[in-house]
C-alpha cells in the first residue's frame, strides 16, 4: 500500500482564495482525520470522519473551513476564502477503527 | 507584533546512550497510547503502541511504559542514534469514538 496521499505538498496562494487539499486515505481504513500544525499551537484535530461520515469538526477554527469525503477512498479540506493565519502544515491520517493510524507527509500552506 | 512558538522541551543524549521521553495524559478513561517520531518536513511516523490493558511493551530498540496511576507514559530509546533524532509525540484516544489527540511534542537531539 502506498500508505496515505496528500497533495499538494507545497500550496502558496494570496489571501482571498480558496484553497483545496486532498487526501486519499489507506485503502479498506474506515476513519480519515485532518490536522493541523502550527509552531502556536502544536497538531490540532480539525474533523475526524467514521465510515465517510463526519462525526466530529468541533476542532474546526471558523465557517471558511470545510471537509467533504464523498467515498471511502478521498476527502478534501476547504479553505475559503484563505488568510495569512490558515498558513500551516495540514496532514491527513486514516485507521481502521483503533488501529494502524497513519499519516500522510503533509501538505505545506502558505497563505500570502 | 513578536510571535511566540510551541516551546518544545529538549531532550540531549550522546549517540549509544539510552533515551527516556514522557508525557503525561489527562484523560483517565484513554485507553490506548501511541508514540509517534516526526522528523524534519515529514508526517508523524508511528513508533509503538500500548493499550490500557498492559503497563510494558517492547518493540525494536523501543520499549513503552504506562502508568495508569499517575496517568504517565514513557518511551525509552535504547542505544540512541543520530536518525533518532526527530520529535517524539505521544497520543491518546480522548474524546470516545477513535479520535486520537496528541501531546506537545519532545524534541530529541542526539550528539555523535
Known amino acids: 500500500d502506498a500508505g496515505v496521499i496528500q497533495s499538494p505538498r507545497h500550496e502558496v496562494t494570496e489571501m482571498g482564495q480558496e484553497v483545496t487539499l486532498r487526501c486519499k486515505p489507506i485503502?479498506?481504513?474506515?476513519?480519515l482525520f485532518w490536522y493541523r500544525q502550527t509552531m502556536m499551537r502544536g497538531l490540532e484535530l480539525l474533523i475526524y470522519?467514521?465510515?465517510?461520515?463526519?462525526?466530529?469538526d468541533s476542532g474546526m477554527p471558523e465557517d471558511r473551513f470545510s471537509a467533504k469525503m464523498p467515498n471511502a477512498s478521498f476527502s478534501t479540506l476547504k479553505i475559503q476564502p484563505s488568510e495569512p493565519r490558515d498558513s500551516a502544515v495540514y496532514f491527513c491520517?486514516?485507521?481502521?477503527?483503533?488501529?494502524?493510524?497513519?499519516f500522510g507527509s503533509g501538505t505545506r500552506l502558505t497563505v500570502v | 507584533g513578536e510571535s511566540v512558538g510551541l516551546h518544545l522541551p529538549t531532550l540531549s543524549v550522546q549517540e549509544g546512550d539510552n533515551s527516556i521521553i514522557n508525557c503525561a495524559y489527562s484523560?483517565?478513561?484513554?485507553?490506548?497510547f501511541i508514540w509517534y517520531k516526526q522528523e524534519s518536513g515529514k508526517g508523524p511516523q508511528f513508533i509503538i503502541d500500548?493499550?490500557?490493558?498492559?503497563d510494558k511493551r517492547q518493540g525494536q530498540r523501543v520499549t513503552v511504559l504506562l502508568n495508569k496511576t499517575v496517568k504517565h507514559l514513557s518511551l525509552q530509546i535504547a542505544a540512541t542514534q543520530p536518525g533518532d533524532s526527530a520529535v517524539y509525540f505521544c497520543a491518546d484516544l480522548s474524546g470516545g469514538y477513535n479520535k486520537l489527540i496528541f501531546g506537545a511534542g519532545t524534541r530529541l537531539a542526539v550528539h555523535p
Open positions: 491520517a486514516s485507521s481502521l477503527d483503533t488501529r494502524g493510524y497513519t
Open positions: 470522519f467514521n465510515n465517510n461520515v463526519p462525526i466530529d
Open positions: 484523560n483517565s478513561a484513554s485507553d490506548y
Open positions: 485503502s479498506g481504513h474506515n476513519s
Open positions: 500500548i493499550r490500557s490493558n498492559m
